[in-house]
């Protein structure tokens, strides 16, 4: 450990935590209590550590960095009760983040970028390129300050905000692990979704962990010509390679893989593109995610209709696939990934 450097307190494991506590001169209990304060009270500062000597305070205020998340703004749908975070980093970058109430408990969508480099067209987020990765700390302060807003727990997580969380890979473990852990939030693995537009080698590695974690596949075609047109990383990843990587998450970990598919009029909502998704799919334990496209103003992509999108899930269906529409949340509040944070910066930028 560089002590040279600072150290990033909130983004420290259990292990971790209990080897720098060690590494300074103390007990291993002082680690147990320093975690509980960030990770499961949530303090916004360590002197709120009131069970910790004055001194050892001091010690680690000097010695250390403590990520809080600052709240920019938050929009509440009238909809549904959906709400959409703008938190501020302290770099000066923003990201966001979305609450979803189901009746099945809170879920909370967080961001793994600030920004994101893969370029898929119809999103918000890879429009300005990607700002920075984000550290654990910044992933767990998402929930933790969402958590103590609405003064509820948390009981599901979904890493499908801005940013590719795979090209963040390392972070994002380290983040997984602690959201996991007992000392922690303790949310079952289970409860968690991590979403990747496809990043072949990362998709396996995550496999041979064998976590419970469910995975998100953004598909969004059925063949690799068109999904090249939609997502500049399949000109990394063939289709074919993506897919035999899904059924390696899936013989590896016994977990179902979630399809994300976003429907765009006239773009991938054909009667070609569906018996494709059939071919393709057919026969496989799966789940598949419809999505309307919301449509950003930065491009000219519209929604399928109403009835093309229920006819392209029927066909799904009767082709033995598992085919749910994505209820839009919060369509009264900037909905699209990446959308608010992407006014906040334009508006920063014009001075407005
Ligand atoms: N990088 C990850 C997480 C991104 S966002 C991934 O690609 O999966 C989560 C999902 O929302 C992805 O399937 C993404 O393609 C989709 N998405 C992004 N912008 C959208 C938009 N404007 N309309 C519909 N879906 C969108």
């Known amino acids: 450990m560089d002590l040279t450097k600072k150290f990033d307190l909130k983004s420290a494991d259990y292990d971790s935590l209990c080897a720098y506590m060690a590494q300074i001169g103390e007990k291993k209990f002082r680690a147990t209590q320093i975690y509980e304060w960030m990770h499961v009270r949530h303090v916004t500062s360590i002197d709120e550590m009131t069970n910790l000597s004055k001194k050892l305070r001091e010690q680690l205020k000097e010695q250390c960095t403590f990520t809080v998340l600052k709240q920019l703004d938050v929009q ?38 600030a920004g994101c480099r893969m370029g898929c067209r119809f999103c918000a987020s890879t429009l ?92 969004h075609a059925s063949s690799q010509e068109k999904r090249k047109e939609l997502m500049p990383v399949a000109n990394k990843y063939e289709l074919a390679d993506v897919m035999a990587a899904c059924d390696y998450y899936f013989s590896q970990t016994g977990r179902r893989v979630t399809f994300e598919y976003s429907l765009v009029g006239g773009v991938n909502d054909t009667d070609a593109d569906v018996e494709g998704l059939c071919r393709m799919l057919k026969g496989k334990n799966c789940h598949i995610n419809l999505i309307p496209v919301n449509p950003i103003k930065e491009r000219d992509y519209v929604q399928s209709e109403r009835a093309v999108v229920e006819a392209f899930r029927q066909k799904l269906e009767k082709n033995g696939i598992n085919a749910t529409v994505r209820r839009e949340m919060g369509r009264d509040i900037d909905g699209a990934c990446g959308q608010l944070r992407k006014r906040h910066m334009d508006a920063a930028q014009t001075g407005t």
């Open 76 to 113: 509440i749908s009238k909809q549904d009760g959906t709400r959409k975070y703008l938190f501020g980093l302290a770099d000066g970058n923003v990201i966001e983040s979305v609450l979803m109430r189901y009746k099945h408990g809170n879920s909370v969508c967080i961001s793994s970028q």
């Open 128 to 219: 300005d390129g990607l700002a920075r990765s984000l550290t654990p700390a910044e992933m767990l302060e998402q929930i933790y300050r969402i958590g103590c807003d609405i003064g509820e727990r948390i009981s599901n997580v979904v890493v499908m905000g801005s940013g590719e969380p795979l090209d963040n890979y390392d972070n994002l473990l380290v983040f997984i692990r602690m959201l996991t852990d007992t000392h922690g939030l303790n949310i079952s693995q289970r409860n968690l979704t991590v979403s990747t537009c496809g990043l072949v080698p990362r998709i396996r590695e995550l496999a041979d962990l064998k976590l419970q974690i469910t995975l998100a596949l953004s598909l």
